[in-house]
């Protein structure tokens, strides 16, 4: 069977997505099944050079929209080649014409919405707002209700996703959705980690680890750090991530002011072995997102035993709580600083207590074979 995955982009820094994607297609790929991919990557980009599977890349105008008349073209006459064609996320030139293709040649076709759907990312924003319904209106509403499944990751996103805009009757499905364990022993991942950053040697800290960007409640994170009453002498949170819209800076200056400058570290993006090393290192992994339909990295954490502080606007809070493999809150400074606070008054017993019950929550909840599992069974259901 030959599937195709269209993706706006196959760059690591883009997050989730592409992460879910390469998980699953090497799967796939071991199970006998044809996967290539197309992305609206500059096929010059470093990461299209490195990528491992095989990519077909399209360059693109018109800023973020990403409008490619090659990748038109190109699937409008190659799309017949392939028996089922999977998209990743909306609202880019890639969902409509690649929906367009499919069903003008009786091509069935699944959705990732990854979370892209849900409220949150209207709220207070009425300009975009307004762009995103007239946008709905004319294209992206025929992209999810002709799809032959619109894929969730959890019951929480599809519910939420509901809520959005009119006229919205897809076929839904709930599919498993994780991520991949590390390939390297915990001790040598640590190592390769404190190599690179010494500073971080033996010392205890929270570790963030995604996109430097508002939607991570990184502000909050940090103001609820500076209005603790206490904390011990060798505590600190560890930033790691790319920061792809100059957020950084003005989160420096919050440091600076509540004069938390020795408590909080930046490493920038990291990869490979350096990042299971982060994970392997911290004492505890914390996101405090407004909005998060799967968030991958919370996985990867509970993959490597390591307990997690998270809101409830991460949409597999539900299944983290109910297994005890970390706290829960709310999503403002508030709730933010209650994780910090029961993270630091739990007994060195309690804590490793909950640190296997991280590594359990994954392998019931979010491993890859699991996710590679689901996703096979919906493509066989739609080629069928």
């Known amino acids: 069977m030959k599937i195709l995955r269209v993706i706006p982009s196959v760059n690591p820094a883009a997050g989730g997505p592409i992460n879910g994607l390469v998980n699953t297609t090497d799967i796939l790929i071991s199970r006998g099944y044809q996967v290539d991919i197309a992305a609206l990557d500059e096929p010059n980009s470093s990461w299209v050079r490195d990528f491992p599977y095989p990519l077909y890349t399209f360059s693109s105008t018109l800023g973020t929209y990403s409008y490619s008349a090659s990748f038109k073209e190109w699937i409008d006459k190659n799309v017949i ?16 014409s690649a929906s367009n293709a499919c069903v003008e040649n009786g091509i069935p076709y699944l959705l990732f919405t990854h979370g892209m759907l849900d409220p949150w ?21 025929r992209v999810v209700n002709k799809a032959d ?48 950053f010494p500073e971080l040697s033996s010392k205890k ?17 940090i103001e609820a750090l500076g209005a603790l009453e ?6 600190s949170l560890v930033i790691a991530g790319p920061d ?40 505890v992994f914390v996101l405090p997102s407004h909005q998060e339909n799967f968030g991958i990295v919370v996985a990867e954490a509970l993959s490597t035993s390591t307990p997690v502080l ?19 809150e ?19 017993s309690e804590r490793q207590v909950m640190s296997s019950k991280a590594k359990a929550c994954y392998v019931k909840n979010f491993s890859i074979s699991s996710a590679a599992d689901d996703l096979e069974r919906v493509v066989l259901s739609v080629v069928e």
């Open 205 to 221: 800290f929270a570790l963030f680890l995604s996109r430097v960007h508002e939607k991570k409640g990184i502000d909050m994170l």
């Open 121 to 141: 990312f209207n709220q207070g924003k009425l300009l975009k707002a307004l762009k995103k319904k007239v946008y709905w209106a004319l294209f992206e509403g």
């Open 149 to 196: 499944n619109v894929l969730f990751t959890s019951e929480e996103e599809k519910v939420l996703a509901r809520k959005s805009f009119f006229s919205y009757s897809p076929k839904e499905r709930v599919v498993a959705y994780g991520s991949s364990e590390s390939n390297v022993e915990a001790s040598l991942a640590r190592i390769n980690f404190e190599k690179q």
């Open 230 to 235: 206490s904390m011990p002498d060798d505590f």
């Open 244 to 283: 792809g819209n100059g957020l950084k800076a003005k989160l420096e200056k919050q440091v600076q002011r509540l004069g938390l400058k020795d408590r909080v570290v930046w490493l920038g993006m990291l990869s490979g072995d350096v990042k299971w090393g982060a994970y392997y290192s911290s004492d």
């Open 81 to 96: 080649n392939y028996d089922v064609v999977i998209i990743h996320g909306l609202w880019q030139y890639h969902s409509t």
């Open 330 to 348: 709310n999503d403002d400074v508030e709730g933010v600083g209650r994780l910090l606070k029961k993270w630091l008054s739990l007994p060195k």
């Open 310 to 328: 998270i809101t409830n606007k991460i949409n597999i809070w539900r299944e983290i709580e109910m297994a005890g493999a970390g706290f829960v």
